[in-house]
């Protein structure tokens, strides 16, 4: 998985999410790109860049991991999923997901996502959960991210936005 940030025509901080396709377990919900690893990755690096660039529909030469983050627990998984940090070094002039698992690629302003005032809470449900819950959520441009994506988010959105990384 990784955050693949970049700047914009006014050297704004960005980052790249995307809509996942309706189908499968996290159907329609925003997250970050990446997957599972395949027997011909190298490593986790390495499927994260290798998702990456086939979820995004970008090349390879593009993307480059500039920071490893601690694994993040999935509540509903066994396995922690491995998040890496990325420098996005082009922005195609048209994007080209891979439809069968993107429905949307999401370029999303950090200071505008990290606003305070876009934080909320949602009450959920699921069938996998025993009852609804309430949730925290941030909102933006009319998209709710929660959950893994969220918690991996928080953390990293302050630092990236100090310029702890070379993006």
């Known amino acids: 998985m990784t955050l693949p940030f970049h700047r914009g025509p006014a050297g704004e901080l960005r980052l790249i999410m995307i809509k996942r396709s309706p189908r499968g377990r996290n159907g329609g919900q925003i997250a970050l790109p990446g997957g ?16 990456t660039c086939e979820e995004l529909g970008i090349t390879a030469d593009t993307l480059r991991i500039i920071a490893e983050l601690p694994p993040a627990q999935p509540r509903t998984r066994y396995l922690p999923v491995r998040p890496f940090v990325a420098r996005l070094s082009e922005v195609p002039a048209r994007w080209r997901p891979q439809e069968s698992e993107v429905a949307q690629v999401l370029d999303v302003e950090v200071a505008e996502l990290a606003d305070p005032a876009n934080l909320d809470e949602e009450l959920m449900s699921f069938a996998a959960w025993p009852r609804p819950q309430v949730v925290p959520v941030r909102r933006i441009g009319g998209h709710t991210v929660w959950g893994l994506t969220l918690r991996i988010l928080e953390p990293v959105l302050p630092r990236a936005l100090a310029g702890e990384y070379p993006i």
């Open 36 to 51: 599972h690893r395949e027997p011909a990755d190298a490593d986790l690096e390495a499927t994260a860049v290798r998702e």
